[in-house]
């Protein structure tokens, strides 16, 4: 299984200001045919399911705000938030799709500090 | 619009079987474009990957539940199964069914299911 690794674990960052989550992956979710990473981020807030954030590594699904973008390739990815609202307080997991078993980070808990 | 609604029983005894399905609306099951899943969540803990199904009946299942997994899909009403045998306390979780494509995940709002006597 290819195993995903978050950090850190939780993090608290300022209203306005940048947050960053990196996940990393065991081993290479890069299709290389046709250039494409198979992760995705999600944001998870208490009750409700994963929301889909970002696909294909840096992809942002349609409705996300553009505060939000996602980077990487092949085993190291980035999810930053530029300019923190207080609707992001949430967890963040990152997803690998590009084998299975599907695999998700632990999750990233974002507080405002 | 994509929705994805899960039913069953809420409360499953140590030992039977937990029985969930996942009605879609918005979308056909029969599209090629899609795998069908689901997804667990043990209160207060991470995400575990169960399994998925294509229409065309192809299915990947987690080697760490495959003895005890099958996820099965009925065309005929845009909808799939889970059923997990065997169950414990450790099978306690919010069960999520979702669309799995090439453009990451949708899910559905989760359903959850205590196993106690």
């Known amino acids: 299984d290819i195993v995903m690794t978050q950090s850190p674990d939780s993090l608290a960052v300022s209203l306005g200001e940048r947050a960053t989550i990196n996940c990393k992956s065991s081993?290479?979710?890069?299709?290389?045919?046709?250039?494409?990473?198979?992760l995705a981020w999600y944001q998870q807030k208490p009750g409700q399911p994963p929301k889909l954030l970002i696909y294909w590594a840096s992809t942002r699904e349609s409705g996300v705000p553009d505060r939000f973008s996602g980077s990487g390739s092949g085993t190291d990815f980035t999810l930053t938030i530029t300019s923190l609202q207080a609707e992001d307080v949430a967890l963040y997991y990152c997803?690998?799709?590009?084998?299975?078993?599907?695999?998700f980070g632990q999750g990233t808990k974002l507080e405002i500090k | 619009q994509l929705q994805l609604q899960e039913s069953g029983p809420g409360l499953v005894n140590p030992s039977e079987t937990l029985s969930l399905t996942c009605g879609v609306s918005?979308?056909?099951?029969?599209?090629?474009?899609?795998?069908w899943g689901w997804i667990r969540q043990p209160p207060g803990k991470g995400l575990e990957w169960i399994g998925i199904i294509h229409y065309s009946g192809s299915t990947y299942y987690n080697p760490s539940l495959k003895s005890r997994v099958t996820i099965s899909v009925d065309t005929s009403k845009n909808q799939f199964s889970l059923r997990l045998t065997s169950v414990t306390a450790a099978d306690t979780a919010v069960y999520f069914c979702a669309r799995q494509g090439d453009r990451g995940t949708y899910w559905g709002q989760g359903t959850l299911v205590t196993v106690s006597s």
């Open positions: 997803h690998q799709y590009y084998t299975n078993p599907h695999t």
């Open positions: 081993q290479s979710v890069l299709y290389s045919s046709i250039n494409k990473n198979y």
């Open positions: 918005g979308d056909s099951i029969s599209s090629s474009s899609y795998y």
